[in-house]
């Protein structure tokens, strides 16, 4: 089993809204969690190899999106494989959050790279993991694991460290170092 590491930088913006009734409307001062809804969409660069095991490297720009539902169930950017997924907090507490989730990666095409050439295209994956978060104040840090259920995708983790902060009005700024150990 041959385990790859690499190290990300990327940085993200976020608008957050809360969504009541259907409609979005910026945040009113109230406890977090404290609405049915609790909505963020935004946008990141994700700097990754061109496939695994690569040393050529791509930038994947993504929308982020995730959806809250009583701050127990997730949809949205996945907190176990790049792309979308779901999943429930089995425990949130001020500064913890225990994450159980499935995930569905993105496909890998051959066209991508000349070395895959032949290969053929393989589908999107899909991941079951779990995920560990603290934060306080700004600071923020994560770890997580996560199996592939089909197609041998192997298994993954990551760790992230980070600091996030307010820019202005409904913006978020977040500066993060990842790191990422696969199979």
Excluded at 7 to 14: I, V
Excluded at 58 to 82: H, T
Excluded at 100 to 110: D, H, K, Q, S, V
Aim: include cysteine; charge should be neutral.
């Amino acid at each position: 089993m041959a385990i790859r590491s690499a190290l990300m930088f990327f940085c993200a913006a976020c608008l957050a809204a809360q969504v009541p009734d259907g409609a979005f409307r910026q945040p009113v001062a109230e406890e977090p969690g404290s609405g049915e809804w609790n909505v963020q969409v935004g946008a990141m660069a994700l700097g990754l190899p061109r496939y695994p095991g690569s040393g050529d490297y791509r930038a994947l720009p993504l929308p982020v999106f995730s959806a809250e539902w009583k701050g127990r169930i997730f949809l949205g950017s996945s907190r176990v494989a790049v792309g979308l997924g779901g999943g429930v907090h089995a425990l949130k507490t001020e500064h913890w959050t225990w994450d159980l989730g499935l995930g569905i990666g993105e496909a890998r095409r051959e066209s991508r790279a000349d070395v895959l050439a032949g290969m053929g295209d393989r589908g999107a994956s899909l991941w079951a993991g779990t995920g560990l978060k603290f934060h306080t104040g700004g600071f923020h840090s994560e770890l997580s694991v996560a199996a592939g259920l089909k197609d041998e995708a192997g298994m993954k983790g990551t760790f992230s460290v980070g600091y996030g902060a307010p820019l202005g009005g409904r913006w978020l700024g977040d500066l993060s170092l990842h790191a990422a150990a696969a199979d």
